[in-house]
């Protein structure tokens, strides 16, 4: 894509989107163009990361809520106990449970996986601090840890795997940080669960690379 015209990359792209690598890069096209794949690339493995991160996270979680129950009947699972969700959780695992229906089985594990990312995360919110602490925080055995503190590092996660999703600008000295939160929260479930996921992809060093562009928007959150 290098060899292309910065008025054909304009029309792939957008002015706007086009425009944001060309200021990182001083207006060099050449150097726009390098950026933009380079960019391409650390978005690719950030996401490979996160889709090892999301797996890791929610079996960490089901093997603690989950203990000791059966895959089937769903009704005799923590996914549909009022005494462990609250009625707006409840209702999205109905609305897996209902897609599941139509086509296969509906076992635990299946509703597991056709859970949303932001489900997993809502679990840490204020609303489940008694859950939290009763049962959830033994998800991560290796991290002395407040429901709070998970919240706040999970919320980050989420943000950036959005933003990823989206095919967003990660262009800022705050990507490596974002990947260090996903690195830390998986060593708190278990070390060698983290040893593991860094060698998985090339994310943390292509995101080192990448930092030194500055966006002009600064840090996601």
């Known amino acids: 894509m290098g060899a292309m015209?910065?008025?054909q990359v304009r029309r792939w792209l957008s002015d706007a989107r086009y425009g944001r690598y060309r200021d990182a890069c001083g207006g060099d096209h050449t150097s726009t163009m390098r950026l933009y794949e380079w960019h391409a690339a650390l978005s690719m493995a950030s996401f490979g990361l996160i889709h090892h991160f999301e797996v890791l996270v929610r079996n960490a979680i089901d093997g603690v809520l989950g203990d000791?129950?059966?895959?089937a009947p769903i009704e005799e699972t923590w996914l549909v106990d009022f005494g462990t969700l609250r009625p707006d959780g409840i209702g999205q695992v109905v609305k897996v449970i209902d897609r599941l229906e139509r086509r296969r089985?509906?076992?635990r594990s299946r509703?597991?996986?056709g859970l949303t990312f932001a489900f997993w995360v809502d679990l840490f919110g204020r609303h489940y601090?008694?859950?939290w602490r009763q049962r959830l925080h033994a998800a991560f055995p290796y991290g002395r840890l407040t429901r709070k503190e998970?919240?706040?590092q999970?919320?980050?996660v989420?943000?950036?795997r959005n933003r990823i999703a989206h095919h967003d600008s990660s262009l800022n000295k705050y990507v490596a940080a974002r990947i260090d939160v996903i690195l830390e929260i998986a060593a708190w479930i278990d070390p060698h669960a983290r040893e593991w996921l860094e060698t998985l992809t090339g994310a943390s060093e292509i995101a080192r690379q990448v930092a030194r562009y500055r966006d002009p928007l600064g840090d996601p959150g």
Do not use: C
């Open 5 to 7: 015209s910065e008025r």
């Open 68 to 71: 000791g129950q059966p895959e």
């Open 105 to 107: 089985d509906v076992t």
């Open 111 to 113: 509703v597991i996986a």
């Open 129 to 131: 601090e008694g859950l």
């Open 150 to 152: 998970v919240g706040a």
């Open 154 to 156: 999970m919320k980050r």
């Open 158 to 160: 989420r943000r950036f």
